[in-house]
């Protein structure tokens, strides 16, 4: 292959990888924004009622500026005490496209892991882990229930 | 970690990574400690002392030891590595020369027997010495497939920490300190270090 070929070709690579991590961001910031509307459903009578407040927060940092700039952590104030926190880290993960780190204030050493996963050629879900080896299934309100409710029970 | 701390003399490589846990279980148990007095009284000189008023007057005081937490883990992440790539370097020179010997002896025997192969004189020159095998990279290529994607992970986590986490360097593994104490020490055991 010339030279003008080799160029060419390095061009298309390299866009094609441009292309592809700015797909990955904005895959990441949408499916978080989805998520947190998600939780903001799944407990709508709770935040009705008082009993569950929500808050956002901004990233301390994070890998791309548009992640500051889009991406929050969420806040679940639960009975007007104790806080579980949803810290999404970032892009760059093993195992998956996205990392959320899920914890109750004061226990960050007891923390779980939400993972963007691919479900489908498009599609995408999210997988609750407690550490590397156990993977605890698909997210769901129920799961997120009783994480949170095992949580009250140990600490709250 | 110090040196003499991470790897007394005489003491093993495998204690050398225990020695780096139990120092992140004791820093880890200081921690929940003064969180425990901070909470009895956040008003006091001992709380204004570990957490910044910016966190002590919003009563984040457990944001910020969440914090803490993380960046301790963190800490102690990046020192069972390093201390995990000193004990194995220390020992890949005399390892090095063995294997050399062993290829010497086993060549001049197939010699002797009549059954040299070709370029058996050169063959100690095939062997990897400890310049071959100067960083994490050399280590992993030492290792069978699952151990070598494990340390993979465990090497992208480390430089994913101490590259600030930024984009394209390194990645987050979900592996906690415990995970990687276990795996860097099922390591040493199958490369009898």
């Excluded at chain 2, 040196?3 to 148990?29: F, Q, T, V």
């Amino acid at each position: 292959m010339g030279f003008d070929e080799n160029i060419a070709k390095l061009v298309t690579e390299n866009k094609t990888r441009d292309e592809q991590l700015e797909e990955a961001k904005e895959v990441w910031i949408h499916e978080v924004g989805i998520l947190y509307k998600e939780i903001e459903n799944w407990f709508s009578e709770y935040i009705e009622r008082g009993d569950i407040s929500l808050e956002h927060y901004s990233l301390g940092s994070a890998e791309y500026a548009e992640f500051l700039q889009h991406i929050k952590i969420m806040e679940l104030t639960l009975g007007r005490g104790p806080v579980v926190v949803l810290e999404p880290i970032g892009i760059n993960v093993a195992n998956g496209f996205g990392k959320i780190e899920m914890h109750m204030q004061g226990h960050v050493d007891e923390r779980m892991f939400l993972m963007l996963i691919s479900c489908g050629d498009k599609d995408f879900c999210w997988e609750l882990w407690k550490n590397n080896e156990q993977k605890m299934g698909v997210f769901s309100k129920e799961m997120f229930k009783q994480v949170m409710n095992k949580w009250i029970e140990k600490w709250a | 970690m110090d040196r003499k701390m991470g790897m007394k003399e005489g003491s093993s490589a495998k204690e050398a990574l225990d020695d780096i846990l139990h120092a992140y279980n004791a820093m880890k148990e200081i921690c929940n400690a003064a969180k425990n007095r901070i909470h009895a009284n956040q008003h006091n000189d001992f709380a204004k002392k570990i957490i910044p008023s910016k966190f002590l007057s919003k009563g984040k005081a457990d944001t910020y030891f969440d914090s803490l937490e993380k960046k301790v883990e963190e800490h102690f992440i990046m020192d069972i590595v390093a201390t995990f790539e000193r004990v194995v370097f220390d020992r890949i020179g005399t390892a090095c020369g063995e294997i050399e010997n062993i290829v010497k002896d086993e060549c001049n025997q197939r010699e002797k027997n009549g059954a040299a192969f070709p370029l058996y004189e050169s063959a100690p020159n095939f062997i990897k010495d400890k310049e071959d095998i100067n960083n994490l990279s050399g280590i992993k290529n030492l290792l069978k497939i699952p151990r070598k994607k494990k340390l993979e992970e465990i090497i992208n986590h480390r430089n994913w920490i101490s590259h600030g986490k930024r984009a394209g360097v390194g990645k987050s593994s979900n592996s906690r300190i415990q995970d990687m104490h276990k795996e860097l020490t099922d390591i040493l055991n199958q490369i009898r270090i």
